[in-house]
């Protein structure tokens, strides 16, 4: 494993990228633009979050986001041809791990910060345009073998739609420091990389508070065209 982190639950969201095999984008590829700031948007309304114009989604998977909450907040751009949703109950960290964006929700839950990292990185074991299969295969080994001591545990993999694109939806349980996790990860194959996008909260409060939070961010994302 090329990179060597001290895991701490700000820091579990952006699993993928400590994975063997996996580089972050700028190992391989031009620094990215620095990230803009947050340009204020206007909530419709009704009070639902605002979003760039959607691509339009794949008619065979569902949405990776069928339970998105309706949250207001500011469209951030943290790389070109990007956008996601920073929710007025969220807020931005300076990321200190080479992330592309890092959002943490203003009022933990149960204790724990729950918190959402966006990134791209390359796995050189995987092949361009690899499979969904072969992504959920490869990533539950990586992640099963990365986190032993911590624990983790697959508990689900889909085939979803994200942004227009195939990804795969990868839920897990872990333990950090005795505090029972559960974590979400977004992976979208474009190019020669993969866009990571994944949460990590409270078990025990996931799926009835994280979730909803979680698939309203994922639904505001944007990705550069192909």
């Not at 959402?116 to 295969?137: G, Q």
Request: aromatic share 4%; hydrophobic share 40%.
């Amino acid at each position: 494993m090329r990179h060597k982190r001290r895991f701490a639950v700000a820091a579990l969201a952006g699993l993928v990228v400590v994975l063997g095999g996996c580089k972050r984008e700028a190992e391989t590829a031009p620094t990215p633009a620095p990230a803009t700031q947050p340009e204020p948007t206007t909530a419709p309304p009704t009070g639902t979050a605002p979003t760039a114009p959607a691509a339009p989604e794949s008619t065979a998977l569902p949405p990776a986001a069928g339970n998105a909450a309706k949250l207001s907040g500011v469209l951030l751009t943290p790389k070109a041809g990007v956008q996601i949703l920073l929710p007025d109950n969220w807020e931005q960290k300076e990321p200190d791990d080479g992330s592309l964006a890092i959002l943490v929700r203003r009022e933990p839950i149960g204790g724990v910060n729950v918190t959402v990292t966006f990134d791209y990185t390359v796995c050189s074991s995987l092949a361009p345009n690899a499979s969904i299969e072969s992504l959920r295969d490869e990533f539950s080994r990586q992640f099963t073998e990365t986190l032993a001591e911590r624990n983790y545990k697959t508990l689900e993999t889909k085939p979803v739609s994200i942004a227009g694109h195939a990804a795969l939806a990868m839920t897990g349980d872990l333990d950090e420091h005795g505090t029972p996790l559960r974590t979400k990860q977004l992976i979208i194959q474009q190019a020669k990389g993969f866009w990571c996008l994944g949460v990590v909260g409270p078990r025990d409060a996931f799926d009835k508070q994280v979730v909803s939070e979680f698939d309203a961010i994922a639904a505001s994302l944007q990705l550069p065209p192909d």
